[in-house]
């Protein structure tokens, strides 16, 4: 008997060793291991819980105070409606005002909705079947040319062919190069010959539509470009060369009685203005540019300061406050006029106000006004990407410009 207790003394030993006892014992080893590594794991929770906490406490008091700076920066802007810059285009407002105001709302809206025509089918055939009855409607009686990027503007072999049919589909149809064929239907080009010899020619420069263009958008690298003089973005530059040297063969050679007028939305309005830039150093009138919604294309003031001498006197972008686009690439700047549609708290009520901030106020950097261009001060991250599918469409510019008219 008492070799059997021993050998049993000697076996629970073993076990204990082991942490397998019976399981009322086993249970009782096992939950007094679990409670010390629980109160081990109990002071780094609490620590990664404080530090969660205070970093939420940062950033909600960082937006409180951005905000309010903001709201107290905004009510030292004047509306747009007293600049004197803007009005909308009534012809008693022009006689009260007694000059010509720089820019006319009626124009902004009919411009900016040309420029959103482009990149809503699948072919060039329908996109110029849409754009040539959208113009005929509204007594538009010049000529139209929807251009495609993946072929050159004059395929010798094109006409030769036999095997293709006048007028079908195949005829209409890009490369076979797939790289090539998501070019296509990067601008058209509007022209009017007036009787006196005059021509107009406006050149409208597609959005983002494929995903070639979101590729573009995404070489956000700053080069130097020997042509401009400075560094530009790099995927908005070589996009503007292709368009340049694709539309020189279309446009009536550079005189006074010619003139040429960019518009562009989303990547085009970058582009817009990149071209408007090429074509006058190469001795073209271009008189006006438009962009809507268009991202940032040169890196700094510096450079800001050499493209702007190049650029007409009646360089307008319309950008909206709640459009993320606007804001992008965060370390780069634009150029021109800026029409800004703010949404926003004013007197405890949200309402939607309209400032016209001349270029010139935003030149050295520190103007008054350059609080405006501020990516941290204005971009309030969450609003924007509850509403950027609906406030980075032509058609929403369109209807908050048609709101101007209507005060």
């Not at 810059?85 to 006689?95: A, F, G, H, P, T």
């Not at 990149?119 to 329908?126: A, E």
């Not at 509403?387 to 048609?402: D, F, G, N, P």
């Amino acid at each position: 008997m008492s070799i059997y207790l021993a050998t049993n003394s000697v076996c629970v030993c073993r076990n204990i060793s082991r942490g397998c006892l019976n399981p009322r014992t086993k249970g009782c080893v096992r939950s007094s291991t679990t409670n010390t590594h629980r109160q081990h794991e109990h002071p780094h929770r609490r620590r990664k819980l404080a530090a969660g906490l205070t970093a939420a406490a940062s950033i909600a008091g960082l937006s409180v105070y951005t905000r309010y700076e903001r709201r107290k920066k905004l009510a030292t802007l004047t509306p747009a409606a007293e600049g004197g810059l803007l009005i909308s285009s009534s012809s008693d407002e022009i006689s009260k005002a007694g000059f010509k105001p720089k820019y006319d709302v009626s124009s902004l809206i009919e411009t900016i909705t040309r420029a959103g025509l482009v990149g809503g089918t699948k072919s060039v055939k329908d996109e110029l079947d849409t754009l040539r009855k959208w113009h005929v409607q509204r007594g538009y009686n010049g000529g139209l040319v929807v251009r495609d990027l993946s072929r050159p503007l004059f395929n010798l072999d094109l006409f030769h062919s036999d095997k293709k049919e006048s007028g079908s589909d195949e005829e209409l149809n890009v490369s076979n190069d797939v790289g090539l064929m998501n070019q296509r239907e990067c601008y058209y080009l509007y022209y009017e010959i007036h009787s006196n010899g005059e021509t107009r020619q406006q050149l409208f420069c597609r959005g983002t539509t494929l995903l070639s263009d979101v590729m573009t958008c995404l070489q956000t690298w700053f080069e130097y470009d020997e042509e401009l003089g400075c560094r530009v973005h790099h995927g908005f530059n070589k996009h503007a060369n292709r368009i340049v040297e694709d539309v020189i063969p279309l446009l009536v050679p550079p005189s006074n009685k010619s003139t040429i007028e960019i518009c562009g939305h989303s990547l085009g309005g970058a582009v817009a203005m990149l071209v408007a830039i090429k074509l006058r150093k190469r001795g073209y009138f271009v008189t006006k540019v438009t962009s809507v919604a268009g991202p940032r294309f040169c890196r700094g003031i510096e450079e800001r300061e050499v493209l702007e001498k190049w650029l007409p006197a009646r360089t307008i972008r319309i950008e909206d406050d709640l459009d993320l686009v606007t804001y992008l690439p965060p370390f780069g700047v634009s150029i021109g006029d800026k029409l800004w549609l703010v949404s926003d708290y004013f007197d405890g009520k949200l309402k939607d106000e309209v400032y016209m901030l001349p270029g010139e106020c935003m030149e050295d950097g520190t103007g008054v006004n350059d609080f405006t261009e501020s990516v941290w001060l204005n971009l309030r991250l969450f609003e924007s990407l509850r509403k950027q599918h609906v406030t980075h469409r032509v058609m929403s510019y369109v209807e908050k410009l048609k709101q101007i008219q209507g005060k």
